[in-house]
């Protein structure tokens, strides 16, 4: 039976238009709506085979200001759709700069039953609409097609012709088209030609996993938690003047810092950190380093909770515990 594949705009450089076609750098991101994107798509009738794509306008934003609220209307329009019977999957259009916070961020609030029926996958560009040779319509299209991909699940995201999983996609590069990677982990599988040739498994959520109650965590708002990094000639400062908060600003509730090699910390903010910790100020440890995660004594030392994620996404499962905590 067809069914409908659902494209969701959220702006960035797919949407994004240029005053002159060779420029691919001085644009404006979140310009074009996602269904005049979807027109410009190569061969989206052999993605999507019997299916129909349909469209819906979710924002229109440079992903770099994207606010929690984004994600909570975000979250709320996927569900909608993949609650839907006639909807096989949900595409979204995304900017390059924060798009593995959303697809984190998505991978946690889904519930891992749904996620595990039906497939999310996020896509982008790194050139934008107006340039003279777009990356972002065979994006939609290789999107498109792993969408449909019969067995495809979980939350993805492919860019350039790769599927990666969200627990391990970052974005690498401020300017190639193949701007992203899983360190380690490497990419799911290829698109090529319009056929998915798979590498490793399509990914599993815990099926138990019930999914946020975005409406509720909106309502209440999410902590505030900020991340730091450890550098030669850090200091406890910075740690010192988030203790003590401006009028208006939220206190911080906890910090992601991210350390050298091993998460290793500088002594002067290590010993601010601990300061902040017994304050009631949750502190989660993990590298700065491109590759791989803490290990070992650093990880077990019980100083500080250690994350083997990403900096920005060790963020959100901070958040998410400080809210499970309370
Ligand atoms: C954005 O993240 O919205 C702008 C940059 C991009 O999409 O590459």
Redesign the pocket.
């Known amino acids: 039976m067809a069914k409908k594949v659902v494209f969701l705009g ?5 949407a ?1 238009k240029a005053q002159n076609a060779g420029d691919n750098v001085g644009y404006t ?2 310009q074009v709506g996602v269904q005049q994107l979807l027109q410009s798509v190569p061969g989206l009738d052999k993605a999507v085979g019997d299916d129909l794509p349909v469209s819906e306008q979710v924002c229109q ?5 994207l606010e929690h609220c984004d994600w909570f209307t975000l979250t709320a329009r996927v569900l909608h759709h993949l609650q839907m019977p006639d909807v096989r999957a949900v595409v979204i259009t ?6 593995e916070e959303t697809a984190y961020w998505l991978s946690r609030a889904l519930p891992g039953k749904m996620l595990n029926q039906k497939p999310v996958v996020l896509t ?3 050139r934008p609409a107006s340039s003279l040779a777009p990356d972002g319509p065979t994006n939609m299209a290789d999107a498109a097609t792993v969408a449909c991909f019969q067995g495809a699940r979980g939350l993805l995201v492919v860019c350039a012709g790769k599927i990666f999983e969200a627990a391990h996609v970052q974005k690498v590069h401020p300017y190639r088209v193949d ?1 992203f990677d899983a360190g380690e982990a490497g990419p799911l599988g290829v698109v090529e030609e319009g056929s998915v040739r798979l590498l490793f498994n399509w990914p599993n959520a815990d099926a138990l996993r019930p999914g946020l109650d975005c409406a509720q965590l909106q309502a209440r708002g999410l902590p505030r938690v900020e991340v730091l990094l450890n550098h030669a000639g850090a200091s406890g400062a910075i740690v010192r003047s988030l203790l003590n908060p401006v009028e208006g600003d939220a206190p911080v509730r906890g910090i992601v810092v991210a350390g050298t090699g091993n998460g290793t910390i500088h002594k002067d903010l290590e010993a601010a950190l601990q300061l902040a910790q017994r304050q009631g100020v949750r502190v989660v440890r993990v590298s700065r380093c491109a590759y791989g995660c803490v290990v070992g004594s650093a990880a077990a030392d019980g100083a500080f909770a250690h994350y083997g994620l990403s900096a920005v996404k060790a963020r959100i499962a901070l958040m998410l515990d400080l809210v499970e905590a309370t």
């Open positions: 959220m702006g960035g450089t797919i994004g991101a979140g934003i440079d992903s770099k200001d995304h900017g390059t700069d924060t798009l982008c560009a790194m701007a």
